[in-house]
């Protein structure tokens, strides 16, 4: 059957950010498809909530505190997934983002800071872990989460959006060098309602109606409707992609963000 080729019975996963919005969904998404999931995240109460949902779904789950800025932290997600489950097939790096500012008032570290976290933490995590991929002739599927605005322009967003444009293109890079024993894919997520834009938006009703009127499809995304794309660049049923970056963003064509910055020009 054709849905069978979006099973992962067995598979073990990474996901970073997996305590909250797009990384809890992808985890929760892995586990209902029948893998094992390594739940990596800073907030400990709410990383161990995820497993024991995964756990629910009839697999296994190990939920491991890690910030990704950290190396050594990396290092041990690695360590502490081939330990429990021996193998690694699919990653996730899924945490990152850096706040809006403009331009003039960032400081070279601040722009340096939105490349270590969106940038430098996924390859790290990815050269990790894609020796076990490969491991006695073994497969596996790297998925990065970017932005809307790595293609898109608005100001203030230059840290962040440069830093994404950086992700996706790693992307490119590490699939082609890779091919063809691990996919690298990526997704591209427009306005989705995760804990970084809620605060926003129940400040401000008015924001959401904003940012909807914006947005071709007249809605914000889910973490599921990113989840869903993740899920399909990590299994079977994506077998033939690699090097691509899925716009999952509501149609959008141009930023819906509609907060004005000053920026001092």
């Known amino acids: 059957m054709i849905l069978d ?8 996963a990474i996901v970073t950010g997996a305590s909250a919005g797009i990384g809890r969904a992808s985890a929760l998404a892995f586990a209902e498809m029948g893998a094992h999931v390594v739940c990596a ?16 779904l009839g697999v296994r789950a190990l939920a491991i505190p890690c910030d990704v800025n950290v190396p050594a932290q990396l290092e041990n ?4 997934a081939v330990k429990e489950f ?9 945490a990152g983002g850096t706040p809006p500012t403009p331009a003039l008032d960032l400081g070279l570290s601040d722009f340096e800071a939105a490349f270590h976290f969106n940038v430098g933490s996924a390859f790290l995590l990815t050269r990790l872990s894609v020796p076990h991929m490969i491991k006695d002739g073994g497969t596996g599927a790297v998925v990065n989460i970017t932005s809307a605005m790595s293609h898109l322009v ?10 994404k444009a950086g992700l996706a293109h790693m992307t490119r890079m590490l699939a082609y060098e890779f091919a063809p024993r691990v996919r690298v894919n990526a997704v591209a997520a427009g306005a989705t309602e995760t804990d970084a834009l809620l605060p926003f938006l129940q400040a401000s009703g008015e924001l959401r109606k904003q940012m909807e009127a914006l947005t071709p499809m007249a809605r914000l995304g889910t973490p599921e409707d990113i989840a869903l794309a993740v899920l399909y660049l990590a299994s079977p049923a994506s077998s033939w992609v690699t090097g691509k970056i899925f716009e999952i963003d509501g149609g959008t064509i141009a930023s ?10």
């Open 256 to 265: 819906n963000w509609p907060i004005k910055i000053p920026t001092g020009i």
């Open 77 to 80: 997600v690695v360590a502490q």
């Open 41 to 56: 995240a800073r907030t400990p109460e709410r990383l161990e909530q995820t497993a024991g949902q995964i756990c629910k």
């Open 154 to 163: 608005d100001s203030c967003f230059v840290a962040y959006g440069t830093a």
């Open 86 to 94: 021996g193998r690694i097939d699919i990653v996730v790096n899924n």
């Open 5 to 12: 080729r979006f099973r992962l019975d067995s598979k073990v």
